[in-house]
């Protein structure tokens, strides 16, 4: 099913063209030395926006990885220069794609990224399956921790 929904997507849902916003972005933010880690983490962006269904993308800490110093900093200047740009724009086209009914799970798909695009740095796209599995086991640790 989620083939189809992704071969949908890609074709009529505004996949390619998002898609490939997200790899140009990357490109630009590449071209600076300070800018290669949002880079990186755009080009995984890219990779969900052209083909979102069956995937999820969940924080890297959810997945057993370390939060890298400086994250929130770059964070916050992707958001400024890059990120309100395409969320922008993943917002117009989920609101266009919400008017009719078939079109609703590519609104909701492209909302889900719009969301990503304020904060690219220390997401990982994993399927749905592992999405589920990391956000049980980052739970427990939390509950295990106030506990004690």
């Given at each position: 099913?989620?083939?189809?929904?992704?071969?949908?997507?890609?074709v009529f849902?505004?996949?390619?063209?998002?898609?490939?916003?997200?790899?140009?972005?990357?490109?630009?933010w590449?071209?600076t030395?300070?800018?290669?880690?949002?880079?990186?983490?755009?080009?995984?962006?890219?990779?969900?926006?052209?083909?979102?269904?069956?995937?999820?993308?969940v924080?890297?800490?959810?997945?057993?990885?370390?939060?890298?110093?400086?994250?929130?900093?770059?964070?916050?200047?992707?958001?400024?220069?890059?990120?309100?740009?395409?969320?922008?724009?993943?917002?117009l086209?989920?609101?266009?794609?919400?008017?009719?009914?078939?079109?609703?799970?590519?609104?909701?798909?492209?909302?889900?990224?719009?969301?990503?695009?304020?904060?690219?740095?220390?997401?990982?796209?994993?399927?749905?399956?592992?999405?589920?599995?990391?956000?049980?086991?980052?739970?427990?640790?939390?509950?295990?921790?106030?506990?004690?």
């Open positions: 099913m989620s083939f189809i929904g992704n071969l949908l997507w890609f849902g505004g996949g390619f063209v998002l898609g490939l916003s997200w790899l140009l972005v990357g490109c630009v590449c071209l030395i300070v800018g290669i880690p949002i880079g990186i983490a755009c080009f995984r962006i890219a990779g969900f926006a052209f083909l979102p269904f069956g995937k999820e993308l924080p890297a800490e959810f997945l057993g990885e370390k939060r890298i110093a400086g994250t929130g900093i770059m964070n916050f200047l992707w958001c400024i220069f890059s990120g309100l740009w395409l969320a922008i724009a993943h917002v086209t989920g609101l266009a794609d919400c008017m009719t009914i078939v079109g609703i799970p590519f609104g909701l798909a492209n909302f889900q990224i719009a969301i990503a695009a304020f904060a690219p740095l220390g997401k990982r796209t994993v399927s749905k399956d592992i999405a589920e599995a990391a956000r049980s086991r980052s739970a427990k640790a939390a509950v295990d921790a106030k506990i004690g």
